[in-house]
């Protein structure tokens, strides 16, 4: 029985992980089965993504396995094997389809990240006078919150200074917090829809009530937000979430009017600005700002890695001391740690970003138009764009009655890994989410005859 304080001002999510690390190490042994996903929030009454998350992130540290099928089970990273595992899981995990091709639509390949400059300022950076005897500030570094200031004024239009701004750990950290800032006075948010599912589940774990609001060729639908009460409304006005929209700079006025006539408040999540292939990246409607409304999210995760779990809020002055105020009260602190802040201090200080960023949109921009011509040249009429542009995923949509189900179970047998936006959105908005951003220039063209092969053997079925 583990023991989850929905009070708490830890989410619920790393309470359970925690309980359940605990109980891997203590009590089960290799092989050991983890209850259903629908079965423990069932039992302890919390949503299927708390449980989610809990098990995704105790799969990525290696505490457990999942078994298509079957469920999770007690890796065998941490403990001796133990031989008298059933048969049946066995079986299960003796033959695996090779992976030769995955279409995720927001990673990178390895060897884009810097390693070797990493490692030399990583050592540089420990050889300042660095206090590990001590809590950092509970914001994040200053030297890291000066140089994240100094990029989002140039290169951005952000209007803000580093006292505005606080160093989390992740998106989801991210969210979390705006999540605590504003569970008391406000219970309602308007997300759009389709949009970032991420957000709508944290936000229901807090206890809001979600309020979807249609996305058009301008994005958030402001007329059907203004017939809401909400006062708290989640966009990705830059490049839309997935439809990949960008919200017109009338909008952008008429949301920032909305936002001042109601005391409303806009979180402005900056989804893959930096990676713009056609135009030159959209400037914040944070920076258009006039009335400290807007609340601005931004992350390393899409540019630079997903590993690092660096990202990071500029927050209204008029809500910093409100978040002052929740950390004492909750005793929060920065999760990300010292040596990782001041080595991207340095390696922001010194330029490396932004070098590394003109680097990362060349080599990007070649996936993404090889990706586009590819698909166009080999699915012909068969299929229509509707996202493209930007970011590390062309997202396209069939022109022809085909079951992408089964599209994606034919196409795991002979090693290619699919998404579809039903995982999401249930069958309301279905589309085919082609990630190029961690496949190799060469594996792209190879990546897409395969799947056409497959495409048309399962037209045939």
């Known amino acids: 029985m583990y023991i989850l304080e929905k009070e708490s001002s830890k989410p619920l999510y790393i309470q359970l992980y925690d309980a359940i690390k605990k109980e891997i190490i203590n009590n089960l042994t290799h092989g050991s089965k983890l ?274 779990r660096v990202s990071y809020l500029v927050l209204p002055h008029r809500y910093v001391e409100r978040y002052k105020t929740l950390c004492q009260s909750h005793h929060l602190r920065c999760c990300v740690s010292l040596s990782t802040q001041k080595t991207l201090e340095l390696f922001m200080k010194d330029g490396h970003w932004e070098r590394h960023l003109r680097k990362i949109r060349t080599l990007n921009r070649k996936k993404h138009d090889l990706m586009k011509e590819t698909l166009k040249n080999v699915f012909a009429e068969t299929i229509e764009i509707i996202s493209e542009g930007g970011g590390l995923a062309i997202i396209i949509r069939p022109t022809i009655s085909i079951n992408l189900q089964k599209l994606r179970e034919n196409a795991l047998k002979e090693g290619i890994k699919l998404y579809l936006g039903s995982d999401d959105y249930g069958e309301a908005w279905e589309a085919l989410k082609m990630g190029f951003g961690g496949l190799q220039e060469e594996e792209i063209e190879e990546a897409i005859m395969l799947l056409q092969k497959i495409w048309l053997k399962t037209l045939e079925a």
Request: with cysteine; aromatic share 10%; charged share 25%.
């Open 35 to 308: 209850p259903s996903v629908r079965k423990v929030a069932t039992e302890y009454k919390i949503s299927k993504n708390t449980v989610e998350l809990a098990y995704k992130q105790l799969y990525t540290e290696g505490y457990i396995e999942s078994i298509p099928k079957s469920g999770y089970f007690v890796a065998d990273t941490l403990l001796e094997p133990h031989y008298e595992m059933s048969v049946a899981y066995q079986a299960q995990t003796e033959p695996k389809t090779v992976l030769l091709y995955d279409f995720f639509p927001a990673r990178l390949t390895h060897d884009t990240f810097p390693l070797k400059l990493w490692k030399r300022l990583f050592m540089k950076a420990m050889e300042e006078k660095l206090d590990f005897g001590a809590y950092g500030d509970r914001q994040g570094e200053r030297g890291l919150r000066d140089e994240i200031s100094k990029y989002l004024i140039k290169s951005r239009g952000v209007v803000c200074d580093a006292s505005q701004i606080i160093i989390c750990g992740g998106f989801t950290d991210s969210m979390n917090l705006v999540a605590s800032l504003f569970i008391d006075p406000l219970n309602k948010i308007a997300i759009e829809h389709p949009g970032y599912p991420v957000t709508g589940k944290i936000f229901t774990d807090y206890g809001y009530k979600i309020m979807p609001i249609a996305v058009d060729h301008n994005g958030l639908n402001i007329d059907q937000l203004e017939e809401t009460d909400a006062k708290l409304v989640y966009i990705t006005p830059s490049h839309q979430y997935p439809t990949g929209v960008n919200m017109p700079i009338s909008n952008r006025i008429k949301l920032l009017n909305w936002a001042k006539r109601v005391g409303g408040i806009i979180i402005e999540d900056d989804y893959d600005s930096e990676l713009r292939y056609q135009n030159r990246p959209i400037p914040s409607l944070q920076g258009l700002d006039n009335d400290d409304r807007v609340i601005y999210v931004g992350t390393f995760s899409k540019s630079l890695s997903p590993a690092l």
